[in-house]
């Protein structure tokens, strides 16, 4: 959800500047900011859960398998860009921050089950 909120500050910049009129680089480093205290949260609670979620034998690939998704992440991020030319600049962030934000709500829709799944035993070591 903050990496969306975090394009959404660049949809706001993006607006306020043209060719003619840069704007401030307080935009991007506000909107580097919000994501990495959202990546903060992230990584640390997904290694944690993954570790403690997968059986023993299976905590590397499952570890493995947590990374190769940063790996599609990544690679999807790359497809994305090849949209920077041909879109507006505001409608570009707003393109990315709609996606933010529909992942971060497919996340949360997961939340209760698996809060179920794991039990009340182990979520009170991991808030997620």
């Not at 704007?23 to 403690?52: H, N, Q, R, Y």
């Not at 409608?91 to 921050?97: D, V």
Request: hydrophobic share 55%; with cysteine.
């Amino acid at each position: 959800m903050l990496l969306g909120v975090s394009f959404l500050v660049m949809v706001i910049a993006a607006h306020l500047g043209t060719e003619q009129k840069k704007v401030s680089i307080w935009w991007l480093t506000t909107c580097t900011a919000i994501f990495t205290v959202g990546e903060l949260f992230l990584s640390p609670v997904g290694l944690s859960l993954v570790t403690k979620l997968a059986p023993a034998r299976m905590v590397s690939m499952l570890m493995g398998i947590w990374f190769l998704s940063s790996f599609g992440g990544n690679y999807l991020a790359g497809y994305l860009g090849t949209f920077w030319e041909r879109m507006s600049k505001e409608s570009f962030f707003l393109m990315l921050s709609v996606l933010a934000l529909a992942a971060g709500l497919g996340m949360l829709a997961v939340l209760r089950p698996l809060k179920k799944a794991i039990g009340h035993g182990v979520t009170k070591g991991v808030d997620v």
